[in-house]
């Protein structure tokens, strides 16, 4: 099983600011991250930036997203298939997906262990990383209150194994919740976002958007999870993928 450490071998810049739709593939061209999802690390601002991924340029001409399927790599998983993503995205209002061009499930190198996440938004696309083949994170340092909450609401639990170190351990039917419901929800509020530049402002957005168009909209009045049809959906506009 991978260890997280509490530290980062690259250097993720802020982006730019976002503007309107007409002017996104402009912006996005110059290669800019925008964010990610980290996995119990924290985004050290002072070492070189090294892109994670291959650059997907941005077409803007596009009525729909791409979802690319990478393999996983040995002893990963990915968390969804094509078709939740698509059926997911479906459920969100279309105005959201139209400057979303590539949903890539990408694999994990040795290079990404390095800085682990969940997720990041670079560009017009989304990516969403695989996760332990046992479902099992290990962390070297105790989970914040936020990444508590975060895991109650969705079924994962935080375990301490020894003095300094602690296990997130997940169930399918957790996991692919929090995938489906935050992860993927919140990449998409950073792609939409179009006000905020400073790295605080943007997450907050993201997470704020993870909530409102995530977990809330995924919950019945009772609290439990709605389920999301897998068959596809037409509609006007373009898709994007994570």
């Not at 690259?10 to 976002?18: E, G, I, V």
């Not at 351990?169 to 996991?175: I, S």
């Given at each position: 099983m991978r260890i997280r450490t509490t530290r980062t071998g690259?250097?993720?810049?802020?982006?730019?600011?976002?503007r309107a739709s007409a002017n996104v593939a402009t912006d996005r061209r110059r290669g800019m991250l925008?964010?990610?999802?980290?996995?119990?690390?924290?985004?050290?601002?002072?070492?070189?930036?090294?892109?994670?991924?291959?650059?997907?340029?941005?077409?803007?001409?596009?009525d729909s997203y791409k979802v690319l399927l990478q393999t996983p790599g040995a002893g990963f998983r990915h968390v969804l298939k094509p078709e939740e993503i698509r059926s997911r995205l479906a459920q969100v209002p279309p105005q959201?997906?139209?400057?979303?061009?590539?949903?890539?499930?990408?694999?994990?190198t040795r290079k990404k262990q390095g800085f682990p996440c969940y997720g990041i938004q670079w560009g017009a696309a989304i990516y969403l990383y695989p996760i332990e083949d046992n479902l099992v994170e290990r962390h070297h340092a105790p989970p914040t209150p936020r990444q508590l909450t975060e895991a109650r609401m969705y079924g994962g639990l935080?375990?301490?194994?020894?003095?300094?170190?602690?296990k997130l351990?997940?169930?399918?039917?957790?996991?692919r919740d929090f995938y489906l419901n935050n992860i993927l929800i919140h990449e998409l509020g950073h792609?939409?976002?179009?006000?905020?530049?400073?790295?605080?402002?943007?997450?907050?957005?993201?997470?704020?958007?993870?909530?409102e168009y995530g977990y809330k909209r995924s919950r019945r009045p009772d609290g439990t999870q709605a389920t999301f049809s897998t068959r596809r959906h037409a509609r006007k506009g373009r898709q994007r993928k994570a």
């Open positions: 690259l250097r993720l810049p802020q982006s730019l600011p976002h925008a964010n990610q999802r980290v996995r119990g690390i924290q985004r050290n601002l002072m070492l070189p930036f090294a892109p994670p991924e291959d650059w997907h340029e941005p077409k803007g001409a596009s959201f997906l139209r400057s979303l061009e590539v949903v890539q499930l990408s694999r994990m935080w375990q301490q194994e020894s003095a300094n170190l602690w351990v997940w169930t399918e039917h957790a996991l792609l939409v976002d179009s006000r905020n530049t400073r790295y605080t402002d943007r997450e907050r957005y993201a997470e704020w958007f993870a909530v």
